[in-house]
């Protein structure tokens, strides 16, 4: 999962992004609202954590611009605002949910989750699939009841798979959510990857990876 942090703070953002890349997800910053929209032009995400008090761009028009442009990332506000009439200015402006500084991590970390289940149509944070269990707040895999380890990397690429299961994901796709901005990946690493991964999954009766020449790799059920 991948999740654009768009605060002018940098020690803030800087903080925001640590600690949601140790519990597996791709961050990339932002830090003003012009770049915030031109990465969301570039690149899609998962999840748009967005400050209110931006220079260049505010929030407010950040939201405006990307939803105007029919871009419907989930977006969580960050505003020192907590009016009535504020709350509901961010949500008539396309806003899913706000939170007011200061705050924990923690309550970001759970609300984050919360738009992110609900714009995939997930009850919790539990995906089971025949013998496979991936429990996305505690980043684990077991197969058959028995737990599995992978690399971050082989992780956030089954979290990707399994969100879009029997969908075709291209290199492209893939490395799109991989990835920060400052690495430098290529096609061949996507193929590293899977292969490892595959090979982990082949302890599993439950699902596959299938390669599609030309077009990309697959997630399916083995069962029924």
């Known amino acids: 999962m991948r999740i654009l942090i768009a605060e002018d703070d940098p020690v803030l953002s800087k903080s925001i992004s640590s ?7 791709v961050t990339d910053v932002a830090l003003d609202g012009l770049q915030a929209e ?11 954590i967005l400050d209110l008090n931006m220079p260049k761009r505010d929030g407010n028009e ?3 611009t990307i939803r105007d442009m029919g871009n419907n990332t989930p977006a969580l506000v960050l505003t020192a605002r907590d009016s009535l009439d504020d709350k509901l200015s961010l949500f008539n402006r396309g806003a899913d ?5 200061p705050f924990r991590f923690e309550e970001l970390e759970a609300r984050c989750r919360a738009l992110i289940r609900r714009n995939r149509g ?7 699939h ?9 980043c684990s895999v077991s197969i058959h009841g028995h737990a599995v380890g992978l690399t971050h990397t082989e992780y956030r690429l089954l979290d990707l798979l399994l969100a879009n299961i029997g969908k075709v994901l291209s290199k492209s796709v893939i490395l799109d ?25 082949s302890h599993s009766q439950s699902v596959k990876i299938r390669t ?10 083995t069962y029924e």
């Open 177 to 201: 959510h991989l990835y920060h901005l400052d690495d430098a990946p290529n096609a061949s690493a996507v193929e590293i990857y899977v292969a490892r991964l595959r090979k982990t999954l």
């Open 212 to 221: 599609l020449r030309g077009l990309g790799y697959v997630l399916e059920k």
């Open 122 to 128: 997930l009850a919790n944070d539990q995906i089971e």
């Open 19 to 25: 600690q949601f890349d140790k519990l597996g997800f």
């Open 62 to 64: 950040v939201l405006k």
């Open 130 to 138: 025949g013998d496979l269990l991936v429990d996305r707040q505690a």
């Open 38 to 48: 031109i990465l969301l032009k570039e690149q899609p995400y998962d999840l748009l």
């Open 97 to 101: 949910d706000y939170l007011t500084k």
